[in-house]
């Protein structure tokens, strides 16, 4: 299921011109109504159910109703973030809640480290190995197609 504010809980992160949803979205669906000063996902089609709008929203107004697949019909997930972990809360129907803790990279962004330290075999798009194998398998050489 695609993601919903809750108009309720939304301040719109205080009427600025771009809100935290807005920001983060990868599909570019979160938008900001200027007369209300709420958000609100403008295409839920579209949704990609990313749950980046719902882990940035500073006034968990954003949820994201899962499929039954992932959790019972009726519950409500939420995560919670700290500066070392994501606490995500799942709410049954029936009351119950669950708390499954997770941490969260704690690096410097624009820090990682490209290709993971591992060197560079051929930038060749056509070569059917990836970009630092063999190095990257654990093994010294990989039969070639």
Known sequence: MPSFVIQQKCDGCKALD???CQY???NDLMLLDKETNKAYNRAP???WECYNCVKICPTQAIE???YADFMPLGAVVQPL???DSILWSVRFRNGQIKRFKFPIRTIPEGTAVPDAGFQTASDNLNDSLLRTEPGSSGVDDLPKL
């Open 18 to 20: 771009k809100t935290a």
């Open 45 to 47: 089609e579209m949704c």
């Open 81 to 83: 973030k700290s500066t």
């Open 24 to 26: 983060i979205c990868p």
């Open 64 to 66: 994201v109703r899962g």
